[in-house]
């Protein structure tokens, strides 16, 4: 068992791997910026270190200066929980080259699944249902042809990247000019990456996804589905599990799918496989998520399995302690997502101050 773990991220996620620490017997590390400071998960770590001001550009997302607090604490290993930098296999690749465990896959399989058309690659290789979508696009003319052979509307998407930045949907060949332009922008000031390609863009779908779990000794197991098809600019506001549009039949196909994609990739750790379901419930590969969800709540709570504390047991190289017939879907949960939008500005999000919180709670209540 790891003796000292350093969490690199702040807030709900934060406190919820120091949680299982903790339950574990594992010392947590918590790291925060300067206007972090007096946050919960700050007070509730054994140990605690400042690593730069306010911005994520200078704090969590300061690769160097995460590596050298891990080495000065002495810590075994490293959760990058979920944003920042848990998906960025430069910071896994520092975490290999310290000795220094990264709780999640190889930067090999975070480069890959994190590069969405070696990813429909993949998945198309080891027999998938791929939605239909181009290469990557070279020039505004190659894109105009690959759109044409889709046919509209279509989504210009970046390759690199998630969480709905650098997506524009088309409904007609004047608008792609300007999609394209606005989609590369805005992905290559998130993601470093300006990069695109052209997807279908399946209108009447439901966005379902299969949490899978992998060890070091080959076992890939699905825990079951969630429904993720509320969204709001392409981001999930409503997640439950199971889903109400998936039956028997369905869910043992999604499962059978999700496991062929996480060995396709050598995958381990915690990854979650997106699919997009027609009208008729034929479903299409999305794309990998290579970490931990902020929705894994609610298939912990229909699982009774802790999808942190076996990370944690997955990054020891134990193997896991269940197999796929084991897994059992009880009852039904569902996690909503609260926003901060001005509706006098076509609810675009709004920063402000909160002034009061009333937290729900009861068994089976997770804030």
Known sequence: MFRKLLVANRGEIALRILRSCRDLGIDGVAVYSEVDRDSL???????AYLIGPGPASESYLNIAKIIEVAKKARVDAIHPGYGFLAENADFAQACRENTITFVGPSPEAIRMLGDKLESRRLMSQ?????????????TADTAATAATRIGYPLLVKAASG???????????????????????????AAFGNGALYLEKFLETVRH??????ADHHGNVVALGERECSIQRRYQKMIEEAPSTAVDDALRQRLIEMAVRAG???????????????????????LEVNT?????HPVTELVTGIDLVADQLLVAEGEA???????????????????????????????????SF???????????
């Open 41 to 47: 998960h700050v007070r509730y770590a054994d140990e």
């Open 126 to 138: 080891a027999g998938l249902p791929v939605v239909p979508g181009s290469r990557e696009l070279a």
């Open 162 to 188: 998630g969480g709905g930045k650098g997506i524009r949907a088309v409904y007609r060949a004047e608008e792609l000019p300007i999609a394209l332009e606005m989609a590369s922008r805005e992905a290559g």
């Open 208 to 213: 379902v996804e299969v949490q899978i779990i």
């Open 263 to 285: 060995k396709a990739a050598d995958y381990v750790n915690v990854g979650t496989i997106e699919f997009l379901l027609d009208e008729e419930g034929n479903p299409s590969f």
């Open 291 to 295: 970490r931990l969800q902020v929705e």
């Open 320 to 354: 896991l302690p269940y197999r796929q017939e084991e897994i059992r879907v009880r009852g039904w949960a569902i996690e909503c997502r609260i926003s901060a939008e001005d509706p006098f500005n076509e609810f675009f999000p709004s920063v402000g101050k909160v």
């Open 357 to 367: 919180v009333s937290e729900p709670g009861g068994p089976g209540v997770r804030v």
